[in-house]
């Protein structure tokens, strides 16, 4: 499994992006997606996650803010972002859990740099 993240760029604090992560590859079955971050010198963290059924989860800091969604029939991760905060500022990284068969494995994307100015 692939993934390609974008979105990513430098913003105003107030301002809106919108990330993207597209998984390809041939016969596998998503059960959770999921965006995290990592800012520099601190730990990659959660930002949000959405599993097969819906179901999402956020950090505390987040709520309210941001939107995580997933469109199956493409494969992709949306991460909606709305009144950035200049501590929003970091690499943000998709991360997937995929069925290969039986077979469970996590992947990571690359990572897109979200900046956000004061």
């Known amino acids: 499994v692939q993934l390609q993240a974008s979105g990513g760029g430098l913003v105003q604090a107030g301002g809106s992006l919108r990330l993207s992560c597209a998984a390809s590859?041939?016969?596998?079955?998503?059960?959770?997606m999921g965006w995290y971050r990592q800012a520099p010198g601190k730990q990659r963290e959660l930002v949000a996650g959405i599993n097969s059924g819906d179901s999402t989860t956020y950090a505390d800091s987040v709520k309210g803010r941001f939107t995580v969604s997933r469109d199956p029939a493409k494969n992709t991760l949306y991460l909606q972002m709305n009144s950035l905060k200049p501590e929003d500022t970091a690499v943000y990284y998709c991360n997937v859990e995929a069925f290969l068969g039986s077979i469970a494995t996590t992947y990571w994307g690359q990572g897109t740099l979200v900046t956000v100015s004061s």
């Open positions: 590859g041939s016969r596998f079955s998503i059960n959770y």
